[in-house]
C-alpha cells in the first residue's frame, strides 16, 4: 500500500497514522471510476431502503406502544375493580365482628349479670349503674345490626349493584349516636371501675366474664372502646373504596358524600376525645389526693402542673401546684406519690406578679381572695413560664365571667374585678419574717423577746406594739383577726363609709405595750428597702477592709446616694452615703477578682462588695460609676 502523504513527526507514532489516517492510491482510484459509480449509487438505494424500513418499524413501535398502554389501562382498572370488589367484602366481614362485639356487651355480658344475680339471689349490680355503663350500646346494637344486613345483601349480589356508599348516606344521620358514646365513654370505664373496686359480687362476674371463651380474655374495656375506633376505621375503608373507584362509577359521588359524613363524625369524635384526655387527667390528678376530693368538675380543664417553692414565714418549702382554667391548687407530695391537698384557690379576683427588686428573679407573687403567697421557680425562664400561664388562665376566666354580666361594659367590668376589693376582703401576702428585721410601723427592731407578728389586713411585719387591736375580715368570713393600727384606722373608715354593716371593730386587750425605740434619724427613713423608681436594689457581702469580715446586706442606689439596709423591706435604713467624689476600682488578683469592686475616697479605701454572679456585679459598677458623676 503505498502512502504519499507519510510523514511521521514528532510525537506521532507509525503505527497511529496507519491506523487512522490511511488513503486509497491515486492512481488505482483513477481506473476504477466506473466501480466506483456503480457503489455509490448501491449504496444511496440501500440507504433509501433503509429509511423506509426504519419509518415502518417506527410505525410498528408506535402501534405496539399504544397497544402495551392500552393493555396496561385495562389491566390496572381490572386491579382496581377486584380492589373495590375486596374492600367491600371487607367494609362488611368488619361490620359482622363489630356487632358481634356490641352483641357481647349489651345482651351476653348483661345475661352474664343476670345469671348471677338469680344464682346469688340478690342484685349484683343496680340496673340504673349498669345501664350507665353499657350506655348507648342498646342503640348502636340496633344501629349496626340494620346496617350489617343491607351491607351483606349488597355484597351477596354485587354484580347487580356494585354500590354500598348510599348505604352510609342514608344512615348518616344516625351515626352521630357515636359521639354520644364517646362524650360519655371515659365517665362509664370510671364507673366501671368504681363498681368493680367497691361491688366484690359485681368484680367477680366481670372478672368470669373476660376470663370465659367468649371474652376471648381479654378486658371489658377492650371491648367497649371498640366503637370509639369505629368510625375512624369507616374513614380509612371508605378512603381507600373511593380511592380505587373509576370516576364514571355510580357508587363515586355517594362515597364522596358517605366520606364527607364519616369525616365530620370523626372531627367531633377528636375534638370530644381530647375533652376524654382532660377527663382522664382530672381523675387521675383526683386518685392522687389522699381524702376524698371533687377534683372533676364541669367545664374544668387542665392547663399546667409542676413543683414551686412556696415561701412561707420563714422557709421554702416544696409544692405541687396544678393550674386549671378556672382555679389554681397547690398540694405537699407524700409517700408513694401521693399528695396531700393544701388549697383550691379560684382564679376569680386572683392576681400574678413578679416583684419589682431583681434580687428575686425567680420569684412572683399570688394574691388571691382565700390566700396569698409568694413562690420561686429553679429558674428566671421557669418564673415566666408560670406567670404567662396563670395570668393567661385569668385573663380568659375573667372574660368568660364578663360575658354573663349585660349591665356593664367590659371595661367597666374589668376595672370592678381589678379594683373592687376592699381592705380585708382579700388574704395579703405575707412579708417572710427574714425580709424585715424591724417593724414596718415604728422601725424598732425585733428581738428574741420582741417578736414579729403579721398583720392579717395588709401582710407586713409589725410588733406586738402596733397590732394591738383585732377586726372583722371578709375573707376570713367575718373572723376577728390581728391588724396593724394604721389598717385598723382604714378598716374602720370604710365601715363608717358603709352604713349597712354591723360589725364592730374588737379590741384584743386591755393591756397596751411599749418599748424603747431607737431614735433613727429622718434621713434614714426617706427611702425604704423596697423603694420603687431606684436605679438598682439587691442584697451584696460588704466589708470595711480586707481583713475584715464579710456581711450580707441590702442596698439601694437613688438619686445617687447608697443606702444601706439589714433586710429587703425594712423601711429604714441603717445607712446613708452619697456617692458623688467617691470612685471605683476593680478587684484584679484572687479567683474572685470579677466578683468584687472596691469603693474610694481620695485613695482611702472604704468597702469592699462582692457579688453573687458576674453579671449582677458588673450591673452594680455600671450603677456606682453612673451615681459617682455630677449631671450639669
Known sequence: MNLPFHSAGPGWPDSDVDDIYEV???YHRCHDTDYESGWLEQNVHSEEDQIHSSEEEDNSSTSSKEHMNEVDRQLEEEIKRKKVVHIAQEIMSSE????????????????????????????????RILNQILYYLPQLYELNKD????????????????????????????????STYIRQFDINVALLDEQCRKNPGFAAVVREFEMSPRCANLALKHYLLKPVQRIPQYQLLLTDYLKNLSADSEDHKDTQAALFI???????????????????????????????????QPGRIYLKEGTLMKLSRKI??????????????????????????NCILSLAGMKVSKPSQEAYQNELNIESVERSFILSANSASERDEWLEAIATAIDDYTKKKITFISSRSQEEAEEAVDNGALLGSKAPIWIPDLRATMCMICTCEFTLTWRRHHCRACGKVVCQACSTNKYYLEYLKNQP????????????????????????????GAFSFTRKQKKIPAALKEVSANTENSSMSGYLNRSKGNKKQWKRLWFVVKDKVLYTYAASEDVAALESQPLLGFFLREEKNGPARKLQFKLYHKNTLFYIFKADDIPTAQRWIETFQEAMILEE
Open 24 to 26: 486509497q492510491d491515486p
Open 96 to 127: 359482622k365482628v363489630f356487632v358481634d362485639v356490641l352483641k357481647l356487651l349489651h345482651i351476653d355480658f348483661r345475661e352474664a349479670v343476670a345469671q348471677a344475680t338469680h344464682h346469688n339471689g340478690k342484685t349484683i349490680v343496680d340496673e
Open 147 to 178: 346496617l350489617l344486613k343491607e351491607l351483606e345483601e349488597r355484597v351477596a349480589h354485587w354484580t347487580d349493584h356494585q354500590r354500598l356508599s348510599d348505604i352510609f348516606v342514608k344512615k348518616g344521620p344516625y351515626l352521630k349516636m357515636y
Open 262 to 296: 364519616v369525616k365530620e363524625v370523626a372531627n367531633h369524635a377528636n375534638d370530644i376525645m381530647k375533652q376524654g384526655d382532660n377527663f382522664q387527667k382530672l381523675m387521675q390528678i383526683q386518685y392522687s389526693l389522699n381524702g376524698q376530693h371533687e377534683i372533676v
Open 316 to 341: 421554702m418549702q416544696p409544692r405541687m401546684f396544678f393550674l386549671f382554667n378556672d382555679a389554681l391548687m397547690y398540694t405537699t407530695p407524700v409517700q408513694s406519690g401521693q399528695y396531700r391537698l
Open 481 to 508: 383577726a390581728r391588724v396593724c393600727d394604721q389598717c385598723f384606722s382604714k378598716l374602720q373608715e370604710n365601715k363608717d363609709r358603709c352604713a349597712s354593716t354591723s360589725i364592730s371593730p374588737l379590741k384584743a
